[in-house]
């Protein structure tokens, strides 16, 4: 199995006044710009994917929307898994998708960090820190328990807007 971690584009700085809930903290103008114009070069090393999972945050569930325009990625499924740091938990969800050769999960660091590092060396603390509109690839090696992946790539949203050819 491929998944592909991805990390929400740029948005609006915590703010309780303007979202006391700030799981209705949106993406900015630039942030939605320019991750369009990475999502643009993300399709060029990862054209389909087979299953996206969003946390249901404004900010990462818009920025799967526009994995959905702009990659051509299927629409996204609301996954609160992506909004608490249960490592567990989230590796259960994408377990029960045993179909799928792909899977994509947008959210939120730290736990995308702690997600990924776990996966990629059981054992060790986080080493690893996503930019936000940054993606990894990870391939699964084996079956084994726990689950063990290989990272394949990192790109950094600069990286897939120099990718886009926009």
Same mark, same amino acid.
């Given at each position: 199995m491929q998944l592909y971690v991805v990390r929400h584009a740029?948005?609006?700085?915590r703010d309780r006044e303007k979202w006391p809930d700030d799981s209705l903290r949106p993406?900015?103008?630039r942030g939605v710009r320019r991750f369009?114009?990475? +999502?643009?070069? *993300?399709?060029?090393? &990862?054209?389909?994917?087979?299953? $996206?999972?969003?946390?249901?945050?404004?900010?990462a569930w818009?920025? +799967?929307?526009? *994995?959905?325009?702009? &990659?051509?990625?299927?629409?996204? $499924?609301a996954c609160p898994e992506l909004t608490v740091d249960d490592v567990q938990a989230l590796l259960d969800v994408i377990e029960s998708f045993d179909q799928a050769?792909?899977?994509?999960?947008i959210g939120h660091e730290p736990y995308l960090s702690r997600f990924t590092s776990r996966l990629l060396s059981p054992g060790w603390g986080p080493w690893l820190e996503f930019r936000k509109g940054g993606v990894a690839q990870l391939e699964q090696i084996d079956d084994s328990e726990p689950a063990r992946f290989e990272l394949r790539w990192l790109l950094t949203p600069k990286t897939l807007r120099r990718l886009s050819g926009r």
């Open positions: 740029m948005a609006e700085d993406l900015t103008k369009r114009r990475a +999502a643009s070069g *993300l399709r060029r090393v &990862a054209p389909s994917v087979d299953v $996206v999972l969003s946390s249901p945050y404004l900010r818009d920025t +799967a929307l526009i *994995l959905e325009d702009d &990659a051509g990625w299927p629409s996204p $499924v050769d792909s899977i994509a999960i």
